[in-house]
């Protein structure tokens, strides 16, 4: 096969799997599936060497090993399988962008002020006080899995409710407080939390849940550190950590625009 017999496919071909591949790395990095699959790597090449060299017993019981293989990567990249299938379903959700609601709900910015300010002002406060918080803003997917594992509100936003979800005895401050069409949709929900080992130590269990919740998904998170007061926010499976109300501000308005 000649250069000039390559076809257009071909390339496609090339670049969809080289895409594939990009993807499965920054979904695995930082975690433990890394180096499990540098361990498989190296099994397939530790096999090739033995099948080269023709030593027999050996490369029969391998065989073996490799024939159940695929059942073998499933079951040990269970998480990251599920997760990979949540991103696409949640970041390229086609009903989410064709739906009735999406089509006759305008983002103009007087309706993102309706709900961000409040929002914003409610971080602040949180951050004054050292109230720990995390909120998570729905984008395409709703997360109704999310939404499930809490308490539904369904209520207006606006930042007297907010303080009151997260002030220290009530029962719900524990869990997330998610927000979805501009509304408080559920509180005290449960999130995945991050395997990202290279999330900084001193960091707890709700900067890895808002880390873990935008890394399956396509929501934004915000987190008020109970110890420190600092507020951090979360998008696409990265974080910005100890930023001011402003530039929260500016992030959530872009985030909703963006959607």
Known sequence: MTFLDIRLI??????????LMYRLYKLIKGTVALNI?????????????????????SSTILDNFVNVGVIAIIIVFQQEIRRFLLLLGSRY????????????????????????KPLVRACEDFSKSKTGALIVITRRSELLDYVQTGELI????SKQLL????????????GALIISQSKIKAAGCIL??????????????RHRAALGITEATDA??????EETGRIS???????????????????????VVNN
């Open 93 to 116: 959700n086609l009903m989410g962008r064709f739906s009735l609601d999406s089509f006759f709900m305008s983002k103009t910015p007087g309706m993102m002020s309706f709900y961000i």
């Open 192 to 205: 995945p939390v991050s395997q990202n080992m290279e999330l900084p130590k001193q960091l707890g269990l």
């Open 37 to 57: 699959f540098i361990g498989i790597f190296a099994f397939i090449i530790f096999w090739l060497m033995i099948k080269a060299l023709n030593m027999q017993l």
């Open 10 to 19: 071909d390339i496609i071909d090339i670049v969809l799997v080289a895409y």
């Open 163 to 174: 303080k009151s979800v997260f002030f220290k005895n009530s029962p719900l401050h524990d």
């Open 233 to 255: 926010f979360f998008n696409a499976g990265k974080g910005l950590y100890n930023i001011k109300s402003e530039e929260l501000e500016k992030r959530l308005e872009e985030g």
């Open 154 to 157: 369904n209520a207006v936003i």
């Open 220 to 225: 934004m998170a915000i987190v008020v550190s």
